[in-house]
């Protein structure tokens, strides 16, 4: 079996772990920032630091050993356009909120039998797709070319190199600082300390953030047929999923495709099991207006971020890229002006957003 062959294998089996975690959990950055700026809830925020800690300290101690190169990832360019980037953060953060959920939250409950999801995820990879190489993307590169700049310093353990802390120290000393903050923002809160199936879920998703680096740049580190270093995200990999399923003849599988049939999987398996299968759909025409006009904005805006809430809100971060930390700032003020302020998108009504619970 060749590298790429195991790469997919990896994929799937990360996937699957994703998909069976996600539905237990109720693992959604959306979900997460809903509970807590409107209900005061901040058991699924925690989840989230607690996986973007694990996920930093995982991926930065392989780093550290020289068995990933980070810097072949799309994270740690150079060359990037940081207004792009949180101008697509904003747009994804704004449409997660109107269509109730991230794309990997849409795919986690498609597998549930939750058919509102199906056009999440359709719409997602299609607006997606014509951003990164249809109609709009002359547009998307014109912008990039406008506003695009080149940095020296792409990361920050490359910043504590730049000062004087060279190497594997530069890594540790960064991912010890960033870890600990989200480790004691996680574990500052007594009830969350009480609730294992969440502590679990957030070293678990960390972990699979640390896999998919392993399986694409160790596994795949093949000097005839390298593939794509890269890890968990959604945005993408959820196109290159629908194109792969219409022409299949014409295309060959990879990571990403294989961790969306995964994640589609597990959820699958795991609603089946436990009892949590059943059919839903919208109320209403205005509601799958409003999750269809989310979705577009989802695809569209993590295509100019270069990923999602998982994309770049987990496996960017676990780089330590600046550029990650500029795309998941639009993405944060993007889900803040859908929960609050003038702009923010009104519950439809009561039994919709019970119904789009995560933890139903």
Excluded at 192 to 199: K, L, S, T
């Amino acid at each position: 079996m060749d590298s790429s062959h195991l790469v997919v294998l990896a994929g799937l089996a990360i996937g699957l772990i994703y998909g069976a975690i996600g539905l237990a959990s109720g693992f959604c950055l959306m979900s997460s920032l809903r509970g807590w700026w409107a209900k005061g809830d901040t058991r699924l925020v925690r989840t989230y630091a607690l996986a973007i800690a694990v996920a930093i300290a995982a991926t930065q101690t392989l780093a550290a050993y020289g068995l990933v190169d980070l810097g072949k990832s799309i994270y740690l360019q150079p060359t990037f356009s940081g207004p792009l980037m949180f101008f697509g953060g904003l747009l994804f953060g704004y449409g997660m909120v109107m269509a109730n959920g991230c794309p990997s939250r849409a795919l986690i409950l498609l597998g549930r039998g939750n058919l509102r999801s199906f056009v999440v995820v359709v719409l997602v990879g299609i607006s997606a797709e014509v951003t990164l190489k249809g109609l709009i993307a002359p547009m998307r590169i014109a912008a990039l070319q406008v506003s695009q700049s080149t940095v020296t310093v792409t990361s920050l353990p490359a910043w504590l190199s730049s000062v004087g802390l060279h190497g594997a120290p530069a890594r540790i000393v960064a991912a010890a600082a960033i870890g600990a903050a989200f480790l004691i923002f996680a574990f500052a809160h007594r009830p969350f300390r009480r609730a294992p199936d969440q502590i679990g879920a957030g070293i678990m998703i960390g972990l699979l953030v640390a896999a998919g680096w392993f399986a694409t740049g160790y596994l795949g580190a093949d000097e005839f047929n390298p593939v794509p270093i890269t890890s968990l995200t959604f945005i993408a990999p959820i196109a290159d999923a629908l194109q792969y399923v219409m022409l299949s003849t014409g295309l060959t599988l990879n990571f990403g495709i294989a961790t969306v049939a995964g994640v589609f999987a597990g959820s699958v398996a795991t609603a089946l099991v436990t009892g949590r299968f059943r059919l839903e759909g919208f109320s209403s025409p205005r509601h799958m207006l409003r999750s269809a006009g989310g979705a577009v904005l989802m695809g569209a805006g993590g295509a100019m971020a270069l990923g999602c809430s998982v994309g770049q809100g987990l496996t960017g971060l676990s780089t330590l890229a600046l550029a990650s930390f500029i795309a998941v700032a639009g993405i944060l003020a993007g889900t803040a002006a859908g929960l609050r302020g003038a702009l923010r998108v009104r519950p439809l009504t009561p039994m919709i957003e019970a119904q789009s619970s995560p933890w139903t």
